[in-house]
């Protein structure tokens, strides 16, 4: 279950309103750093954005792939533990505009987790130590720590218990192609990954220097 601060509106839908939420300019600002986070080839200045100009919490060795994309308007409420990997072109979000409500919620993500390449991750979610996300992952839910997740809807492939730890580092080759972008796996159209390889979703991997 996602944990999610709900805010009900009047009138027009929430996102018609959204500057009575926030501010105009913050919404710029942050969305030209933001920019020019996406494209730095520098995973030492990206880190630099997030922390001192978006107030986000990036943990030691944290590396955010090519056009990584965090929350606009509330990057505050993201934290990422150390040396985690945030993979090419995935979206952390921390609100939501709906018709007759807005909702925000805290991202947290823990040390060691590998998301995979075109991932969107929903406000509220918190996603535990050592945790792997298959690319092109929707998640709509917390992951618990060790946990293999992937798929649209989400669903889980390997439960999470720390003795299964060589076990994520078997997931994390298969999802990342070794975090390179040379490896592609190609599976049936369910976007699940499986332990054995028969369901795999295609993947492409960045470190984005």
């Given at each position: ?29 942050n969305f030209i750093f933001i920019q020019i986070a996406r ?171």
């Open positions: 279950m996602r944990k999610t601060d709900r805010y009900p509106v009047q009138g027009p839908n929430s996102l018609w309103q959204i500057y009575r939420t926030v501010s105009l300019w913050k919404g710029i600002r494209y730095s080839p520098s995973l030492r200045f990206k880190n630099w954005i997030y922390r001192r100009i978006l107030g986000m919490k990036v943990g030691e060795n944290t590396a955010f792939g090519l056009m990584a994309m965090v929350d606009v308007f509330f990057p505050e409420r993201i934290s990422i533990g150390s040396n985690s990997i945030i993979g090419y072109n995935t979206t952390i979000l921390a609100h939501e505009y709906l018709i007759r409500e807005y909702r925000l919620g805290d991202v947290i993500i823990g040390s060691n987790v590998l998301i995979g390449a075109n991932t969107t991750i929903l406000p509220g979610v918190t996603i535990g130590d050592h945790a792997v996300i298959g690319a092109g992952t929707v998640v709509t839910k917390d992951v618990a720590a060790y946990s293999f997740v992937a798929g649209n809807p989400m669903r889980v492939i390997r439960e999470g218990r720390p003795e299964l730890a060589s076990e994520v580092q078997e997931s994390e080759m298969r999802v990342s192609g070794e975090v390179s972008g040379s490896e592609e796996v190609r599976g049936n159209d369910s976007g699940a990954l499986s332990r054995d390889g028969r369901d795999v979703t295609s993947v492409h991997q960045s470190h984005g220097e």
